[in-house]
């Protein structure tokens, strides 16, 4: 679905930099490399420490895993902790609810309390990820983007041991039909429009950022991308940005079956094609 919004969204609504904005329009262009399902990715994971911080998306990630870990062979133990210095054997994906939703410092601050407090040394790869509701038209990308940055820098340098992967943020879809239409003409936002364009200009800076040069899992890339390859945007001021495709969800924002078998088979590829791990006890290092 492609949507036109540039006569039903004000203008004034978010402000994004030009040069921002070009590279959110190359990037909805993007074609994700998913694959079919992977039981060798599933048995490398099967040998590794990773922790993942999250909320609802994270889980409905976890849940499409799950769903494919059942079909037998090696995989990783799914387990959710609830302390830092709670044990991860090895073959173990351990995730925790960090924050508060629509709170995304608090996410930051509690995975660098997780880190700090005993999970770095015991797990081989880490990530973040926040949660669409995180960002609304007011939320400033530039700055939230900034705090990231800083706390990831400063993890990495006291835990080099740990490979520290990033995370686009979630997308939802766009809100069309005769609500969206009613809600323009009473001077109402219409949903996920604006919020996307911010989310976007986070993701955009992500990309800028790490992409090539640090291990990358682009989500919001895979959620606005249909299964032929074509990609689902919409039109704001004449240019184009990424949606979430309606049928990975039942929501507009959460996985349903579909879009959880997209994000978990491209998740566990991903996942399975880092590097291994390196540390400096034999009996720390993971094969």
Not at 9 to 28: E, Q, T
Not at 220 to 237: F, H, I, M, Q, V
Not at 243 to 270: C, K, P, W
Not at 275 to 280: F, G, S, W
Request: charged share 20%; aromatic share 8%; net charge neutral.
């Amino acid at each position: 679905m492609h949507c036109d919004w540039t006569f039903l969204v004000r203008a004034s609504a978010v402000v994004v930099p030009g040069a921002l904005l070009m590279a959110l329009h190359a990037a909805s262009a993007a074609t994700p490399q998913a694959t079919p399902d992977t039981p060798a990715g599933l048995e490398k994971l099967s040998r590794r420490r990773i922790f993942f911080g999250h909320q609802s998306v994270g889980a409905n990630l976890l849940e499409g895993m799950g769903r494919l870990m059942s079909r037998g062979g090696p995989a990783p133990q799914v387990r959710e902790v609830r302390e830092p210095t709670a044990a991860v054997a090895p073959g173990t994906l351990a995730h925790a609810m960090l924050g508060h939703n629509e709170q995304p410092e608090s996410k930051l601050a509690d995975f660098e309390r997780y880190m700090d407090g005993g999970m770095a040394a015991q797990t081989d790869v880490a990530l973040l990820k926040f949660c669409y509701i995180d960002f609304n038209v007011h939320t400033d990308a530039r700055a939230l983007f900034a705090r990231y940055r800083a706390t990831l820098d400063g993890l990495k340098a006291r835990h080099p041991q740990v490979t520290f992967v990033h995370v686009t943020v979630p997308l939802t879809t766009v809100q069309s039909g005769a609500k969206a239409w009613l809600k323009e003409l009473m001077g109402r936002s219409v949903w996920g429009v604006g919020e996307n364009v911010t989310r976007e200009a986070f993701n955009a800076l992500m990309r800028q950022t790490y992409a090539g040069k640090e291990p990358l899992f682009d989500l919001a890339t895979l959620e606005s991308t249909r299964p032929d390859g074509t990609p689902e945007t919409y039109t704001l001021n004449g240019r184009a940005y990424p949606a979430m495709v309606a049928a990975y969800s039942n929501d507009g924002g959460h996985l349903n079956e579909v879009g959880q078998a997209r994000l978990a088979t491209a998740f566990i590829d991903f996942l399975a094609a880092l590097p291994p791990a390196t540390r400096t006890s034999p009996a720390q290092a993971v094969p």
